[in-house]
T-cell receptor
Framework: EADIYQTPRYLVIGTGKKITLECSQT?????MYWYQQDPGMELHLIHY???????EKGDLSSESTVSRIRTEHFPLTLESARPSHTSQYLC???????????FGQGTRLTVV | AQSVTQPDIHITVSEGASLELRCNYS??????LFWYVQSPGQGLQLLLK??????LVQGIKGFEAEFKRSQSSFNLRKPSVHWSDAAEYFC????????????FGAGTTVTVRA
């Protein structure tokens, strides 16, 4: 069973609020990822990190930001939430290049 | 650039019948291929993976997949479906040239009827 956790699982928040989605893993993985998933659509990579103090933007442009101060922690922040940010956000981590990614259970964000 | 196509958006299958989900990828060299399953409100769980070697790979829950380089395909199969197999299935590809980042298909939703 994967040891990667996301909080909160569900979040409803008003427009303009600042939010942080938490993601933690206890597997010591260097590589961590954030994906955005809309219903019936593929997962889009929005951020990734290959280690502490390393962050990169993914294939899909996002107004969110991430940080990687500790190996196990990879939070995602939206400074000012908008309804267009409504989506499911999935966090994943990975060890060596020839291994699979492990996913958290996701955070379903609704901005009203 | 790597990409994944899952041609079937939705498949309905009777319990006990066989299931095949299609996946085609676009990538020049040998890719690393994965099938994940997602139940409602949950994250993704790995069913199986292919990196090299035997082109027929076995996974959890009785699933298997076959890598066919000539067809750029990695189709998922199960001989006899159970009601608990109702879920969304994602094919993913990773490659050394893309820093091993995973690209996902749009997914196939499987409905199992009694």
């Amino acid at each position: 069973e994967a040891d990667i956790y996301q909080t909160p699982r569900y979040l409803v928040i008003g427009t303009g609020k600042k939010i942080t989605l938490e993601c933690s893993q206890t597997m010591g993985h260097d590589k961590m990822y954030w994906y955005q998933q809309d219903p019936g659509m593929e997962l889009h990579l929005i951020h990734y990190s290959y280690g502490v103090n390393s962050t990169e933007k993914g294939d899909l442009s996002s107004e969110s930001t991430v940080s990687r101060i500790r190996t196990e922690h990879f939070p995602l922040t939206l400074e000012s939430a908008r309804p267009s940010h409504t989506s499911q956000y999935l966090c994943a981590s990975r060890g060596d290049w020839n291994t699979e990614a492990f996913f958290g259970q996701g955070t379903r964000l609704t901005v009203v | 650039a790597q990409s994944v196509t899952q041609p079937d958006i939705h498949i309905t299958v009777s319990e006990g019948a066989s299931l095949e989900l299609r996946c085609n990828y676009s990538y020049g060299a040998t890719p690393y291929l994965f099938w994940y399953v997602q139940s409602p409100g949950q994250g993704l769980q790995l069913l199986l993976k292919y990196f090299s070697g035997d082109t027929l790979v076995q996974g959890i829950k009785g699933f298997e997949a076959e890598f066919k380089r000539s067809q750029s395909s990695f189709n998922l199969r199960k001989p006899s479906v159970h009601w608990s197999d109702a879920a969304e299935y994602f094919c993913a590809v990773g490659s050394r040239s893309n820093d091993y980042k995973l690209s996902f298909g749009a997914g196939t939703t499987v409905t199992v009827r009694a």
